[in-house]
């Protein structure tokens, strides 16, 4: 509970620092922008919403030095995206970030009952994690209110 409690703290934290850099601004008509409140609780039907989560982070480490790490946020105001890939020298924000993120987040087809393994796997393949990670870590607040981390150490 308690290292939840700080993921949560060091998240807003990171989130509210960054705030006006990641947000997108271009968002296409398709997107879950400024949707009503009730969709948060997961009340809106599912075919509303562009991806079945609201919340998506992946944090890949390679070594101390090099990461993969992605960002995204459907809230209430609009949504904020960043990549930041260390291994290519690529740092995206808001729309450039959200228009790389779009078709990676499609394929995904996992939702909150889905085995460890089963998310950590499509992730690497979605995302064309290189095999020679040490770390991946995957949390998401999905559309229907559960939170859940997805994690594997080599």
Known sequence: MKLKFLLAVSLMTAILYGCNK????????N?????????????TPTDQVTFNFLEFS????????????????????????K???????????????YTKLEPLFKQLNFDST???????????????????????????EFVDGNEKEFKRIK
Do not use: C, H, M, W
């Open 83 to 97: 990549l930041q890939d260390d291994r290519k020298n690529v740092r995206l924000q808001g729309d450039e970030a």
């Open 22 to 29: 990641d947000e997108v601004k271009d968002v296409p008509a």
């Open 58 to 81: 992946l944090d890949v480490d390679y070594s101390a030095t090099e990461s993969y790490e992605v960002e995204y946020e459907d809230k209430k105001s609009g949504i904020e995206a």
């Open 31 to 43: 997107a879950p922008a400024n949707q009503n409140a009730t969709q948060q609780t997961g009340d």
């Open 114 to 140: 889905a085995p460890n393994d089963e998310v950590i796997d499509q992730v690497i393949k979605v995302f064309n994690i290189e095999e020679d990670y040490q770390s991946i870590e995957v949390d998401v």
